[in-house]
């Protein structure tokens, strides 16, 4: 109980920006679920065929690796971090407001872009601030911020739903008839079925032909929807702004009264001479950088080669774990229409809902757990629950009650694991490396290339590759964590019971060796 009113009082202390950054990670939340329920929308909006909308998921995971790597530009200061949340989070407004007016898949694909580099941005920036704010009580936060990206995005679907059209605007002469390319969506296979009388003809698509039945105007007011219940996001970030005095309008005046925090950061010596004249709101963080300056630091001189190791373990966790929610969550419909299950697509469409669904709710539950569980332990649940759960799915592959099941299961191991890993990173290196920046740039890389790695393969080999490259991500994620726990051993001030801990990991690998 002396934990959990420690927790409440730093909260009390710090209310209105932990409320703030956890809502511009609802905004977050909203731009990762959208896109897959809509996607056969917007191809007729764009009157594109469905190679060439895959490139707007492209563009938009690309463009979040890009604004997560430099995210750190804007998190120097405080002022910075706020003014480039604000921005973030009214951009994707904007995104929202403007994807109804694209006509063309290229101005899709940029606007999409646009909204991968805020969202990049919002998740380095947001979780920077919260570990910087909370330390070593961050594990708790952490789980909350996550849960409202969960709850984003499955909002944005549930808006969605009513507005998707069941009309078929391809052509009679379409795609139905391409390669196993096509396997990518099955949007044409499920059309197909509602209209038996569209046969193949050729192999040539038509994307120029206009939508049918106003497909693009009713799916616009989904679009719209979004945007509005998005806009109080960059008005609570320009409120704390207003807060702290942050403002153009505000900034000359000096402050009534210091916060404890920077207190602190006053009475500290001044390590230059100019940086020190500024206001504590605008003094660098000295704790973390981006990218590109953070392996550049002078504290990272002479480090231990643990330090380093660390920092790329975790990273590779992250890369496995956060690739295979996107690569499941792209796939895991196309996965059930396809034989041997046959699954219709209106049961098929549960799934993606059903995924977001528990990954939601096991954040929900890791709030109150984070507390009492350590973040490696709770690591070690999730990896090797994820690992478990594809082994059933691939055993039971031809039983639509395992998938249903499976799914709920995934969600649930998957949704604590990236804030897990961030507090227990941070918290080997005490606050001093570059971990919450390398771990963001890590997972959103993975995220990106999980994705294009198993929709290659799922199109040549067929579903059933589905399932196995998730047991074979799923052993590298423990393979990696295995060694995270190795080097953590290595690194100076390993405690006794993170010692006991790792005893125990490497009994478990050995038993799981001994099974295969």
């Not at 463009?63 to 995210?71: D, E, I, K, T, V």
């Not at 004249?277 to 605008?282: D, H, I, N, T």
């Not at 594809?390 to 039971?396: A, G, K, Q, R, W």
Request: glycine share 8%; hydrophobic share 45%.
């Amino acid at each position: 109980m002396g934990c959990d009113g420690r927790v409440l009082g730093l909260l009390r202390c710090n209310l209105q920006p932990t409320l703030t950054y956890w809502s511009v990670f609802f905004s977050f939340g909203l731009c990762i679920g959208f896109l897959g329920p809509t996607l056969l929308d917007l191809r007729c909006q764009t009157h594109s065929s469905l190679p060439q909308i895959s490139w707007v998921f492209f563009s938009q995971q690309l463009c979040l690796l890009l604004g997560s790597a430099l995210g750190g530009v804007f998190k120097r200061t405080l002022a910075q971090s706020l003014w480039a949340l604000f921005t973030s989070s009214l951009a994707i407004s904007l995104v929202f407001a403007v994807i109804p007016l694209c006509r063309d898949v290229k101005v899709l694909a940029l606007v999409m872009a646009l909204a991968g580099l805020a969202m990049g941005c919002i998740d380095t920036v947001a979780n920077m601030q919260l570990v910087r704010i909370y330390q070593k009580d961050s594990a708790v936060f952490l789980q909350v911020l996550h849960f409202f990206v969960g709850f984003g995005a499955l909002l944005s679907p549930l808006i969605a739903d009513p507005f998707l059209s069941e009309a078929d605007c391809s052509p009679a002469n379409g795609t139905a008839n391409t390669t196993s390319g096509s396997h990518l969506f099955h949007a044409h296979r499920v059309l197909g079925q509602h209209h038996p009388d569209v046969l193949p003809q050729t192999n040539q698509t038509h994307p120029g032909l206009p939508p049918q039945d106003g497909a693009g105007t009713r799916v616009s007011s989904a679009f719209w929807i979004m945007a509005l219940i998005n806009l109080p996001v960059p008005v609570a970030v320009l409120l704390l702004l207003s807060k702290e005095r942050l403002l153009t309008c505000c900034i000359q005046r000096s402050p009534l009264l210091l916060s404890a925090d920077e207190l602190a950061l006053e009475t500290q010596p001044p390590q230059r001479e100019d940086p020190s004249s500024l206001p504590a709101k605008l003094q660098p963080d000295p704790g973390h950088e981006n990218l590109f300056s953070c392996c550049q630091r002078k504290n990272c001189r002479g480090a231990p080669y643990s330090f380093f190791a660390i920092h790329i373990t975790a990273a590779l966790v992250l890369f496995m774990t956060d690739g295979m929610t996107g690569m499941y969550s792209a796939f895991v419909y196309s996965y059930a229409v396809e034989k041997p299950l046959s699954v219709g697509h209106k049961v098929a469409g549960y799934l993606p809902s059903l995924f977001w669904g528990f990954i939601t709710l096991g954040r929900l539950f890791s709030i109150p757990i984070s507390s009492r569980v350590k973040p490696a332990t709770m690591v070690l649940i999730n990896v090797v629950g994820v690992v478990g759960t594809f082994l059933v799915l691939l055993i039971f592959s031809y039983n639509v009650i395992f998938l249903f099941v499976g799914t709920a299961s995934l969600g649930l191991f998957l949704s604590s694991t990236f804030p897990s890993m961030l507090a227990y990173t941070e918290d080997i290196l005490q606050y001093k490396g570059c971990a919450t920046t390398v771990l963001v740039t890590g997972a959103a890389i993975g995220e990106m290339v999980l994705q294009l790695l198993v929709g290659s393969i799922f199109q040549a080999q067929g579903s059933y590759s589905f399932l196995v490259c998730g047991v074979i991500f799923g052993c590298l994620a423990f393979a990696f964590y295995i060694l995270l726990l190795f080097f953590h051993r290595m690194h100076p001030g390993l405690s006794s019971e993170e010692e006991n801990l790792f005893i125990l990991c490497e009994g478990l690998s050995l038993t799981r060796s001994w099974d295969y």
